[in-house]
């Protein structure tokens, strides 16, 4: 994979600590602002990435570069998506993949017109721990109740209460509890439990926005609870509970650490096969894969997956009278 990196904020930057360890990924280049090239020369030296663009069409014509890793604002994913594809290039884009759902099935269409592949980068979905915690479900017996909590204050938040609106509480910018945090705890459910029966979402709304807020999802023989609040603290974890016993996930459902499955009484058994300490490798080892070997039917998997997430999202936010973009 010879990959662009958009963007040089937060994500980028973490996503950098660990890109050296990539296997099958070249760091072409970087594309940022005028206004951050000092912070962008910076990484270009520090993690030996070959060349810097601050004009986005300048990049896209690099014909040295096949994908880009978009790390922008959520209301951008969109436009730098569509951009980038119609000038030939794989995308890895940032949750949340879009702002509408009617934008990402847009964007789907150009990627298979094109041939090209187009995935969200979503942790969850990749780490071996989350593929073991898919596998130990079936040990629990019939499926009764999941509840996800993915509470962290944000310092934007104290910001957002001074009157400063951040694009992490800006509803044009994409912003909110659910597409930000509670997005992880959808792809986690959706990831075991497939399409809900129906979606119900009871937020607390400030000046347009959630700033936290409980998402419902029904199924048939299961009710599942998505807690995301970036207004309030709690112990972030998930628990999974079947007839025939329990599972409990301590910390985020984007990082899935040791996990512990006990059955009812007789057994409880600590699992952890963490192959990697950051939390992005997995997946970008399986980009780089996919793009290597041109796995269409991998990426088609892993899009309609978002897909109905983002079905879900869009969803949610009409049930709690939220509009974004
Ligand atoms: N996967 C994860 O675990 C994870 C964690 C955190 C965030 N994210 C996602 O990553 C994305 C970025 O979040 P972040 O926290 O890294 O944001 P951030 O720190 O605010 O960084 C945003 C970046 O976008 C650039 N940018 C903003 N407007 C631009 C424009 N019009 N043209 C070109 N560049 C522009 C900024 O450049 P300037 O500063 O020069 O304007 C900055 O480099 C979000 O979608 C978020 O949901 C994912």
């Known amino acids: ?36 090239i000092q912070k962008i020369e910076k990484m270009k030296n520090e993690y030996r990435i070959r060349k810097i663009y601050t004009t986005y069409e300048e990049c896209l014509k690099d014909t040295d570069i096949d994908t880009v890793y978009i790390g922008l604002p959520n209301h951008l994913h969109y436009s730098f998506t569509k951009e980038a594809l119609l000038s030939g290039k794989n995308v890895i884009c940032e949750k949340p993949f879009t702002i509408k759902l009617s ?9 298979k017109i094109n041939n090209l592949i187009l995935i969200e980068a979503i942790t969850t979905q990749y780490l071996s721990n989350y593929l073991s915690i898919k596998e130990s ?18 310092s934007r938040y104290n910001a957002f209460k001074n009157g400063e609106i951040l694009p992490a509480f800006n509803p044009k910018a994409g912003g909110g509890a659910l597409m930000d945090i509670n997005i992880y705890n959808i792809h986690f459910v959706v990831g075991i439990l497939g399409k809900p029966n129906s979606v119900a979402y009871l937020a607390n709304v400030e000046r347009n926005i959630d700033t936290s807020g409980i998402l419902l999802l029904n199924y048939p023989n299961c009710k599942v609870v998505c807690i995301g609040a970036k207004d309030s603290t709690a112990p972030i974890k998930t628990l999974i509970q079947g007839d025939q016993g329990s599972i409990v996930l ?59 997430v983002m079905e879900i999202a869009e969803e949610a936010l009409t049930d709690a009278g939220i509009k974004l973009g």
Do not use: W
Not at 12 to 26: C, I, R, W
Not at 103 to 109: F, G, P, S, V
Not at 137 to 154: A, H, M, P
């Open 1 to 36: 994979m010879k990959l662009a990196i958009i963007g040089s904020g937060k994500i980028v930057a973490d996503f950098l600590t660990m890109a050296g360890d990539l296997p099958d990924t070249e760091l072409v280049a970087i594309f940022g602002t005028e206004k951050s």
């Open 103 to 111: 934008e990402l099935t847009e964007l789907k269409d150009i990627a």
């Open 137 to 154: 479900v079936n040990t629990l017996g019939d499926l009764k109740i999941i509840e996800c909590n993915y509470s962290q204050y944000s």
């Open 250 to 308: 301590n910390g985020p459902a984007n990082a899935c650490d040791s996990f512990e499955v006990n059955i009812n009484g007789q057994d409880s058994r600590i699992i952890d096969n963490k192959v990697h300490p950051h939390r992005m490798y997995e997946e970008f080892c399986e980009f780089a894969r996919i793009i290597k070997e041109s796995d269409f039917s991998k990426a088609n998997q892993m899009l309609e997956q978002s897909q109905l």
